[in-house]
């Protein structure tokens, strides 16, 4: 699993990350389409689901009728779904040389259940370094906007699901984890900012993907 073993990973594994109304969706169809067109075979996928197993975890974890959940309960459910998308979706794509592109991934943890829900940073930690080992993504796009530009971008859609209704405060706290890890990671996660137009979002991304 470990990308150090050798050569046997050839595709690259990006994810693309940021609060609600970031854009995510729109700059990854994009992405695929920019790259798809430079004749790189491509997945696309997304967290927490990816996989038939991920996608019913997806559902637990977002549905309102799932009610009250611990946030560890929350924590561990994305890491199981992540476990399966790891084994059964993003390995086997990579190890082919394919390249793989998933909505979310990992740093969601981070901000939202350690920013949003305040869970301890050092106990997610373990947690990642038990189901991801060293495997990490080669790059990350973590799409900055304010919070109430997002909110505002995406208020014609219709129910919220459960985590979509928490306050502007937990996506405050959401957004500063976000950022924080940009600047600990700043070789892998790179800050673009989301509140331009699409078009000059997507020409942020290209400077960088071209340096891949
Ligand atoms: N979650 C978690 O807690 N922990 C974890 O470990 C993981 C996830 C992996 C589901 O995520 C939830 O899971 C999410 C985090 C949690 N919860 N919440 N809340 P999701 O990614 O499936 O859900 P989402 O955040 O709502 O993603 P989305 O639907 O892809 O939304 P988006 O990023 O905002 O993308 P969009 O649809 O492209 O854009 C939204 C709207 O804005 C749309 O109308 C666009 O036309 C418009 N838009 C896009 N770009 C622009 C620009 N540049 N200008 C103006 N308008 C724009």
Not at 25 to 37: G, H, M
Not at 53 to 72: F, P
Not at 95 to 119: H, N
Not at 174 to 189: A, G
């Amino acid at each position: 699993m470990q990308k150090s073993q050798g050569n046997f990973m050839q595709g690259k594994f990006i994810t693309i990350d940021g609060v609600e109304g970031a854009g995510k969706s729109t700059q990854s169809d994009l992405i695929y389409q920019y790259l798809a067109d430079k004749g790189i075979n491509i997945k696309r996928t997304r967290e927490p689901g990816g996989t038939e197993m991920g996608e019913k975890i997806r559902t637990l974890l977002l549905s309102n009728s799932t009610g009250k959940m611990h946030a560890d309960t929350e924590l561990m459910l994305m890491f199981a779904a992540r476990n399966e998308h790891i084994q059964n979706k993003i390995i086997p794509a990579l190890a082919q040389g394919d390249w793989v592109l998933s909505d979310r991934f990992s740093d969601a943890s981070y901000a939202y259940q350690g920013g949003g829900r305040g869970l301890n940073m050092a106990r997610i930690s373990q947690l990642e370094s038990w189901v991801l080992q060293s495997f990490t993504p080669d790059m990350t796009f973590l799409l900055d906007v304010p919070v109430e530009i997002g909110m505002k971008r995406i208020e014609s859609r219709g129910e919220k699901d459960r985590i979509e209704q928490e306050s502007l405060d937990f996506f405050n706290r959401v957004r500063n984890v976000y950022i924080e890890r940009s600047k600990q990671y700043p070789d892998r996660i790179k800050l673009i900012d989301a509140s331009q137009s699409v078009e000059n979002t997507l020409s942020q991304i290209q400077e960088i993907l071209k340096m891949l």
